[in-house]
T-cell receptor, first 120, second 112 residues
């Protein structure tokens, strides 16, 4: 199946610093990737849709100036948490849209392993 | 927008018994319904999915049913094993390739 990687897997940073998280599709090209945030024992909250070569589409309530998304190539999307604060501590997961062959145009999503961000 | 509800939030079953998790969705335009399994600290893994033109799909011990009229779909796991213990999420997609709207998750515990 499609493989999606994320780097780093965990990061601890001081309040006020910026953190960049990378999401890569390893064996396929992903024109669309998604960024989610997950709090302990809670569901996946979609933050934004990242499209290669264009601006990301943010969900309501997500600050685009705080969570910068760049999808510069067909295999890489990055999420930068700017001026991180303790309340930004969370598990960030990306996913890549993968066409399902023979499904009449239906796409599914494969997830990266996630990045645990802790802001002190 | 789409609203997906999932229940129960927690479920405990004896090994060998069946487990059923149910989800409802609000937008009749949704046409794709995947199920993901997430173990603690790991990524969600796609375990089965169903399209709106199909009423049921089975893959070994896992099956999913869809009732378009009632706008609900269910995950059925038979002959449960301890390794089935995880959090399961349902999702609905409005159109092909668009965002997935996830349910709130079900924490399944299979008691040996």
């Amino acid at each position: 199946g499609a493989v999606v990687s994320q780097h780093p897997s965990w990061v601890i940073c001081k309040s006020g610093t910026s953190v960049k998280i990378e999401c890569r599709s390893l064996d396929f090209q992903a024109t669309t990737m998604f960024w989610y945030r997950q709090f302990p024992k809670q569901s996946l909250m979609l933050m934004a849709t990242s499209n290669e070569g264009s601006k990301a589409t943010y969900e309501q309530g997500v600050e685009k100036d705080k969570f910068l998304i760049n999808h510069a190539s067909l295999t890489l999307s990055t999420l930068t948490v700017t001026s991180a604060h303790p309340e930004d501590s969370s598990f960030y997961i990306c996913s890549a849209r993968v066409p399902l062959l023979g499904r009449g145009g239906v796409d599914t999503q494969y997830f990266g392993p996630g990045t645990r961000l802790t802001v002190l | 927008g789409e609203n997906v509800e999932q229940h129960p939030s927690t479920l405990s079953v004896q090994e060998g018994d069946s487990a059923v998790i149910k989800c409802t969705y609000s937008d009749s335009a949704s046409n794709y319904f995947p199920w993901y399994k997430q173990e603690l600290g790991k990524r969600p893994q796609l375990i089965i999915d169903i399209r709106s033109n199909v009423g049921e799909k089975k893959d070994q011990r896992i099956a999913v049913t869809l009732n378009k009229t009632a706008k609900h779909f269910s995950l059925h796991i038979t002959e449960t094993q301890p390794e089935d213990s995880a959090v399961y999420f349902c999702a609905a997609s409005l159109n092909t390739g668009n965002q997935f709207y996830f349910g709130t998750g079900t924490s399944l515990t299979v008691i040996p």
